[in-house]
């Protein structure tokens, strides 16, 4: 638990030292709610641990000498796999392109059929059984394959949160029963550098598409609507290539991550009476599949001042909820701490639900990843494998 919150505060901490100017003053409002909703967590947490504080101390380590029978997750990752293809390269026709844009847009005028809503959810099961076998031993080569599909496929499509997803996943995991030496820190760092990398590259491909420069892209891009590069990030342009492209990416992290902070702030200034959409965008996956019923409205986004914008995660927590977004975050840190306490005692089939929820604690700052990065898939296979994996598994302290 402190390990998460230590991240979390980093995040924050990084936030307040990157080099941009917002454009505009923060709203009152918006930081309030966001103070709330971290009031709220906390109070759910403590709650929690006080109803079962003969529970595991926190320090208690467990190590697992049974494993869950991994082949019924490994079939049915294959089995979504091969649903999502069909549905995106057979039935709805699209066409991978060197413009990530057209991608994105024929997936966005498609319908996408019950296969492929189907195939959006067992697909993440590719994920479990390398994850579960990382806990304590080096996992299958099959199973790190597998693992890797869905960040293969994110990348086609030029998308990186799915790719940052995976490697926080994959961490989570290697280190909750490991302890931290220096040639894990430099491992660490090499694959932290490969993502970023992969992140960059992804970008760039995205600009040149457009036939936009990449200083212009900082003053000129979405997310300089509120963050503006400073003076010294600018002056990178008169530098060497080295410190140019150095410079350029410090700011572009700063402005992609951080950005939906100021959007959350400016939505209460452009629109602070916006009436909540009751869970449209954090349960947007229940949303979609009875939409015939529900009316799913497919223009929320359109509601926003900024198209194609992130939000923070306080910031689609009040769209969705307003005020009750605040007992929302109650029940969001109880169900926090309840999932790592089941991983503590040894039922490692909660692990996955543990370890997003803790990178959405992580990311809050940045963007809700319940919504974004196929969050409401990912958690709704975390649930899934919670119901599969109700075998008891035999643990000894040490």
Not at 186 to 208: D, E, F, N, P, T
Request: net charge positive; with cysteine.
């Amino acid at each position: 638990m402190i390990k998460t919150l230590k991240i979390a505060l980093i995040v924050w901490l990084i936030f307040f030292v990157i080099p941009v100017d917002p454009i505009y003053d923060f709203n009152l409002f918006a930081g309030l709610y966001i103070g709330g909703c971290y009031l709220f967590f906390f109070s759910g947490i403590l709650i929690y641990q006080g109803i079962f504080r003969n529970a595991e101390k926190s320090n208690t380590r467990f190590a697992i000498t049974t494993t869950p029978n991994l082949g019924v997750y490994f079939y049915l990752g294959v089995l979504g796999m091969f649903f999502r293809f069909v549905d995106r390269y057979y039935l709805r026709g699209i066409v991978l392109s060197s413009d990530f844009d057209e991608v994105l847009m024929a997936l966005d005028n498609t319908s996408i059929t019950l296969i492929g809503i189907l195939g959006s959810l067992l697909f993440f099961f590719c994920y479990i059984p390398f994850l579960l076998e990382l806990l304590t031993k080096r996992p299958k080569w099959i199973y790190f394959f597998l693992f890797l599909i869905p960040v293969i496929d994110s990348i086609l499509i030029g998308q990186r949160f799915q790719v940052l997803t995976a490697m926080v996943l994959a961490l989570w995991a290697f280190f909750y029963y490991r302890s931290i030496t220096f040639k894990r820190v430099i491992s660490i760092a090499v694959v932290a550098s490969l993502v970023l990398g992969i992140g960059v590259v992804l970008i760039i491909i995205r600009y040149m598409n457009h036939g936009m420069e990449l200083y212009y892209s900082l003053t000129e891009s979405g997310y300089a609507q509120t963050l503006q590069p400073t003076d010294w990030i600018l002056k990178g342009q008169d530098e060497s290539i080295a410190m140019f492209y150095i410079k350029f990416i410090i700011s572009n992290m700063g402005q992609y991550f951080y950005h939906g902070i100021y959007e959350f702030s400016y939505l209460m200034d452009f629109n602070p009476h916006i009436q909540p959409k009751l869970g449209q965008s954090t349960f947007k996956i229940l949303y979609q599949i009875t939409s015939p019923l529900t009316g799913f409205n497919k223009d929320f986004w359109d509601q926003l001042p900024h198209k194609g914008i992130y939000l923070s995660y306080f910031g689609l927590l009040y769209v969705d909820f307003g005020l009750l977004g605040l007992f929302f975050q109650f029940i969001f840190g109880a169900l926090w701490i309840h999932s790592l306490r089941m991983v503590k005692s040894g039922q490692i089939h909660y692990f996955l639900l543990y370890s997003y929820l803790s990178y959405v604690i992580i990311m809050m700052p940045v963007t809700s990843m319940i919504s974004y990065g196929l969050g409401n898939n990912i958690l709704t296979i975390a649930f899934i494998t919670i119901a599969i994996g109700n075998r008891k598994f035999v643990i000894r302290q040490h």
